[in-house]
């Protein structure tokens, strides 16, 4: 079965430095693109980074310069490094393979990881 298991979230102050991990299982990993999206209160859910599966990456243009994915096949884990954190960045950040479209399992979404950037 498809599972997704986020780490890493906490508390930071602004201008600190997180790094989340999310390990992925039930699908051939190496194969699909991930991402990493996040969901703010009141807000709807949406793509922070994506990484393809030769390594190239995207960003959303609110944390580009600031944010980089990367991942490890050999241990199905994509990771998001974040420095530079603004309140702004507060969220819930999930982890999925990415179709391209989107989520490829958007009926598999882990519980998340919560990341609360605060003085």
């Known amino acids: 079965q498809v599972q997704f298991v986020e780490s890493g979230g906490g508390l930071e102050q602004p201008g600190g430095s997180l790094r989340l991990s999310c390990a992925a299982s039930?699908?051939?990993?190496?194969?699909?693109?991930m991402a990493w999206y996040r969901q703010a209160p009141g807000k709807q859910r949406e793509l922070v980074a994506l990484?393809?599966?030769?390594?190239?990456?995207r960003y959303a243009d609110s944390v580009k310069g600031r944010f980089t994915i990367s991942r490890d096949n050999a241990k199905k884990t994509v990771y998001l490094q974040m420095t530079s954190l603004k309140p702004e960045d507060t969220a819930v950040y999930y982890c999925n393979a990415y179709s391209g479209n989107g989520p490829v399992y958007p009926a598999y979404w882990g519980q998340g990881t919560q990341v609360t950037v605060s003085s």
């Open positions: 990484i393809t599966s030769s390594g190239n990456t």
């Open positions: 039930g699908f051939i990993f190496s194969a699909f693109p």
